[in-house]
């Protein structure tokens, strides 16, 4: 086993549609707590290409195909043999597919004799900017942006997350995803309007922003300015795509000429960050951060990167992103997040499952 001060952690990942293993270890060093000595990540983009979206049963299934090798493969690259404990994610996620990478790690754990640790997957992505940049200076304002989450959170004190706002309706991957269909363009949609909007006009298409001003009923104690809501906008491009068709006479389900196709896609993208950003800096503001993050697959987004960049240097506050492969799934930000959490005093209880629901920290 490693001395206290460089604990080896294998971190696993199974929330959704990537299965996930990585070996992390401490530095020692404050600024800069941790190393990663392997990342392993076998995707499933080509599973559920066809479906034009994650499938949450065929998803298990790859789980159970991949995971073995998987993290055999993460130990080898990392040429340990030993750990000192094994961080998983919990949830939230798809039961299914939790379920298998919590079940290994359960057995692996004992079968080793180590402490197991149950990890949040967005504390994961939280702590993917401490792996790539170093710890932030506190307070921060942290945005997690993916396919299935759209969370903003303050963070004070390391470890410790404040839900300050969320979407009401769709995470901006997904309304990503869903504007990418109705382009017709390939999926992931993230990486495809991405591409495409770098020809386009971003104001060619009048899009609207959503800006709550009231709670949200399930949560009313979270103020509704802090909130998100891309419901909107992803109407207002299916109706444009659909007087557009009719406006040159194409068929309902015909293919838009690719110039429109770009405008629409920079105009939709335009719209998302900003709207995003703005939360972000409000809120940076409000509670007198000294920093900001943007975590989460959404963070790999070119235009969110560059735009938040020059927001930040308005403000005088640095930004934080990970790197480009860790902003997707992964499970080297696990083993972060296990390793903050051990720390801390936290290890799995005997009766630990999976939560596809579980909640990440407090909420004002």
Same mark, same amino acid.
């Given at each position: 086993?490693?001395?206290?001060?460089?604990?080896?952690?294998?971190?696993?990942?199974?929330?959704?549609?990537?299965?996930?293993?990585? *070996?992390?270890?401490? $530095?020692?060093?404050?600024?800069?707590?941790?190393?990663?000595?392997?990342?392993?990540?076998?995707?499933? =983009?080509?599973?559920?290409?066809?479906?034009?979206?994650?499938?949450?049963?065929?998803?298990?299934?790859?789980?159970?195909?991949?995971?073995?090798?998987?993290?055999?493969?993460?130990?080898?690259?990392?040429?340990?043999?030993?750990?000192?404990?094994?961080?998983v994610?919990?949830?939230?996620?798809?039961?299914?597919?939790?379920?298998?990478?919590?079940?290994?790690?359960?057995?692996?754990?004992?079968?080793?004799?180590?402490?197991?640790?149950?990890?949040?997957?967005?504390?994961?992505?939280?702590?993917?900017?401490?792996l790539?940049?170093?710890?932030?200076?506190?307070?921060?304002? +942290?945005?997690?942006?993916?396919?299935?989450? $759209?969370?903003?959170?303050?963070?004070?004190?390391?470890?410790?997350?404040?839900?300050?706002?969320? $979407?009401?309706?769709?995470?901006?991957?997904?309304?990503?995803?869903?504007? %990418?269909?109705?382009?017709?363009?390939?999926?992931?949609?993230?990486p495809?309007?991405?591409? +495409?909007a770098?020809?386009?006009?971003?104001?060619?298409?009048?899009?609207?922003?959503?800006r709550?001003?009231?709670?949200?009923?399930?949560a009313?104690?979270?103020?509704?300015?802090?909130?998100?809501?891309?419901?909107?906008?992803?109407?207002?491009?299916?109706?444009?795509?659909? &007087?557009?068709?009719?406006?040159?006479?194409?068929?309902?389900?015909?293919?838009?000429?690719?110039?429109?196709?770009?405008?629409?896609?920079?105009?939709?993208?335009?719209?998302?960050?900003?709207?995003?950003?703005?939360?972000?800096?409000?809120a940076?503001?409000?509670?007198?951060?000294?920093? *900001?993050?943007?975590?989460?697959?959404?963070?790999?987004?070119?235009?969110?990167?560059?735009?938040?960049?020059?927001?930040?240097?308005?403000?005088?506050?640095p *930004?934080? =992103?990970?790197?480009? %492969?860790?902003?997707?799934?992964?499970?080297?930000?696990?083993?972060?997040?296990?390793?903050?959490?051990?720390? &801390?005093?936290?290890? %799995?209880?005997?009766?630990?499952?999976?939560?596809p629901?579980?909640?990440?920290g407090?909420?004002?």
């Amino acid at each position: 086993m490693s001395g206290a001060s460089e604990m080896v952690v294998l971190g696993i990942e199974t929330s959704c549609d990537e299965t996930a293993a990585a *070996v992390v270890e401490e $530095t020692g060093h404050g600024d800069r707590p941790w190393r990663v000595r392997s990342s392993v990540v076998a995707s499933q =983009t080509d599973v559920h290409r066809e479906w034009g979206g994650v499938v949450p049963e065929l998803s298990a299934r790859q789980h159970v195909r991949d995971i073995c090798g998987v993290v055999e493969r993460a130990l080898s690259d990392a040429a340990v043999e030993t750990y000192d404990a094994i961080a998983v994610t919990q949830g939230p996620g798809l039961i299914g597919s939790l379920l298998v990478g919590v079940a290994f790690a359960k057995a692996l754990a004992w079968a080793k004799a180590v402490p197991l640790i149950p990890v949040h997957h967005l504390a994961g992505h939280i702590e993917s900017l401490v792996l790539g940049g170093g710890e932030m200076p506190l307070p921060a304002i +942290v945005l997690v942006v993916s396919g299935g989450h $759209t969370s903003l959170y303050r963070i004070d004190t390391p470890g410790e997350y404040e839900l300050l706002g969320r $979407t009401r309706d769709d995470a901006a991957g997904e309304a990503f995803d869903k504007v %990418a269909k109705l382009l017709g363009l390939a999926y992931p949609g993230g990486p495809a309007i991405d591409r +495409v909007a770098a020809q386009g006009d971003d104001r060619a298409i009048p899009l609207p922003k959503t800006r709550l001003t009231h709670p949200d009923r399930n949560a009313p104690h979270l103020p509704g300015r802090r909130d998100f809501s891309f419901s909107g906008v992803k109407t207002s491009v299916l109706r444009h795509v659909a &007087a557009r068709r009719v406006a040159i006479g194409l068929a309902p389900d015909a293919q838009l000429p690719s110039q429109h196709v770009s405008d629409i896609a920079a105009s939709f993208q335009r719209v998302v960050v900003e709207t995003l950003l703005d939360r972000v800096f409000d809120a940076a503001r409000e509670f007198g951060a000294r920093s *900001v993050g943007i975590a989460g697959g959404v963070s790999a987004n070119s235009r969110l990167r560059a735009d938040a960049v020059v927001r930040g240097t308005v403000e005088g506050l640095p *930004v934080f =992103t990970p790197n480009l %492969a860790l902003s997707t799934d992964n499970a080297a930000m696990i083993a972060a997040a296990g390793l903050r959490r051990y720390r &801390a005093g936290v290890v %799995a209880e005997p009766g630990m499952s999976a939560d596809p629901a579980l909640v990440l920290g407090r909420q004002s």
